[in-house]
């Protein structure tokens, strides 16, 4: 059950709305509250409608405090929310043409970038390509290949109702995929989905995502990388996570408490205060996520050889039993190595180890 925050609501106050036009002529509706460094949040896919997303109350006031902290920008991508609706060309470099368009109008140099799901490669394809101007990327629910993380077959029953019935389409995502409960901010947030775009853009955003690799981006991103996973999550495995830190040479994955497939939606204020730390000190080492403690102590100190070799293995996806197999080991023996793991590092599960395992150079 997930456990909402306490919250302070904001006042009704909304950064004005703007527009920019990217290089291929398509007008891009954009906003931004707030001074200081730069932290650019990019468009959901296929939904991104930012000014009803000021309207549901816990996305407001995580808004309102990252304004307060940082120059806080945010943009509709083509063909959703208030940029220009009818478009054709919805390719990775039709996206980015409309993240430079927007950093253009906004005069900024350089940024942090703020990913989510299929937006996350795109954040990753933009700072491989502009090494000069970013300062770090925080992704969350992204992985190197949107298109896996696209074949479970949830995430495919959901995907064949965009043609036959968009209203339960919009409904599912809110409350299945991104847990949002019944209530006045679940109609909101089903608001904005609704409106956010047309079923064929929709689709048509979707299917390009499905398609993108940005493997030899990742491997060009030379600026730190801070990967977000919730520590129960469902929708987006931890593997994929795993696999992004892996992939980006300056990433590192932190694990959040709770379940929930929104990044704010669920311990808002830890969220925001890891954001603007790390927009402040891209460089800065991680935060003990969902915990006052740190565990960034070297694993040489704390676990014994045959422990790290079964952490390894562990980071790496593989099962109790298989870990038995490949090292000849009882599984009771390897589940007992698990349990002495986990207590040392103080990880809670198999995410909180691996992100551990990460951070420490063990995975």
Request: proline letters at 5%; one cysteine or more.
């Amino acid at each position: 059950m997930v456990t909402r925050p306490r919250r302070r609501y904001a006042p009704p106050v909304e950064p004005a709305p703007a527009i920019a036009t990217a290089a291929d002529g398509v007008r891009i509706g954009w906003m931004s509250i707030g001074s200081g460094p730069a932290l650019v949040h990019l468009p959901g896919i296929p939904f991104s409608n930012a000014e009803a997303e000021w309207r549901i109350p816990v996305l407001r006031e995580a808004f309102t405090r990252l304004g307060e902290q940082l120059r806080f920008i945010q943009f509709d991508g083509r063909g959703t929310g208030r940029s220009q609706r009818d478009v054709t060309d919805l390719s990775l470099d039709a996206y980015l043409l409309d993240l430079d368009a927007v950093l253009d109008a906004a005069g900024v140099e350089s940024c942090v970038l703020l990913g989510f799901y299929a937006s996350a490669a795109h954040a990753i394809a933009w700072a491989a390509r502009h090494r000069d101007r970013i300062r770090g990327l925080i992704l969350f629910g992204g992985a190197i290949s949107h298109g896996d993380t696209m074949q479970a077959t949830g995430t495919q029953a959901l995907l064949t109702l965009i043609e036959r019935d968009w209203d339960t389409f919009v409904e599912s995502v809110t409350h299945a995929w991104l847990g949002w409960p019944v209530g006045d901010e679940a109609r909101l947030a089903a608001d904005a989905f609704r409106t956010s775009t047309t079923p064929a853009v929709a689709q048509a955003s979707l299917r390009a995502a499905g398609e993108i690799d940005v493997t030899a981006d990742a491997a060009r991103v030379a600026c730190p990388a801070l990967i977000l996973h919730r520590a129960e999550a469902t929708v987006i495995p931890i593997e994929a996570s795993t696999e992004l830190a892996r992939a980006l040479p300056m990433g590192r994955l932190e694990v959040l408490p709770g379940s929930s497939a929104s990044l704010f939606f669920e311990a808002t204020d830890l969220v925001v205060d890891r954001l603007v730390g790390f927009v402040n000190d891209p460089s800065g080492g991680p935060a003990a996520a969902g915990s006052g403690r740190s565990r960034s102590r070297g694993p040489s100190i704390r676990l014994s050889p045959r422990e790290i070799e079964v952490l390894r293995l562990l980071a790496g996806g593989e099962t109790n039993g298989q870990i038995a197999a490949r090292l000849g080991l009882s599984i009771n023996t390897v589940e007992r190595h698990v349990v002495n793991v986990y207590r040392k590092i103080d990880a809670r599960g198999r995410a909180e180890a691996t992100a551990w395992a990460i951070r420490n150079g063990v995975a």
